[in-house]
């Protein structure tokens, strides 16, 4: 089992930054891909970027290229999400997630692949 508790959100104005932050604890993930996730009120989970497990390969949302990047740090097992150029549309509960099994990144964008996630942290952007 996986636990997985995310941090750094919070609220900032239109063109600011926040890093967020999402720790694994419990089963060792260093060998896992992991992913961010987002969801506005009212809108279904969207795919925001994900990282493989040794961290040679990222990949975005088309809504969040050039603007967002997604690193880790797996001696921490940690994952991060620097978030630049922030806009209003860019507000939801955002979720990190992990998959299950090692070496595994097909399909990256598909919440479905993902087995562990945290409870999510709130980013709130202001106009």
């Not at 941090?7 to 600011?16: I, P, R």
């Not at 390969?57 to 880790?72: H, L, N």
């Not at 991060?80 to 070496?103: H, I, S």
């Amino acid at each position: 089992q996986v636990q997985l508790v995310e941090s750094g959100g919070g609220l900032v104005q239109a063109g600011g930054s926040l890093r967020l932050s999402c720790a694994a604890s419990g089963r060792t993930v260093i060998l896992n891909a992991m992913g961010w996730f987002r969801q506005a009120p009212g809108k279904g989970r969207e795919f925001v970027a994900a990282i493989s497990w040794s961290g040679d390969r990222t990949d975005y949302a088309d809504s969040v290229k050039g603007r967002f990047t997604i690193s880790r740090d797996n001696a921490k097992t940690t994952v991060y999400l620097q978030m630049n150029g922030l806009k209003p549309e860019d507000t939801a509960v955002y979720y990190c997630a992990v998959r299950r099994q090692e070496f595994s990144y097909y399909n990256y964008y598909d919440a479905q692949r993902y087995d562990y996630w945290g409870r999510g942290t709130q980013v709130t952007v202001s106009s």
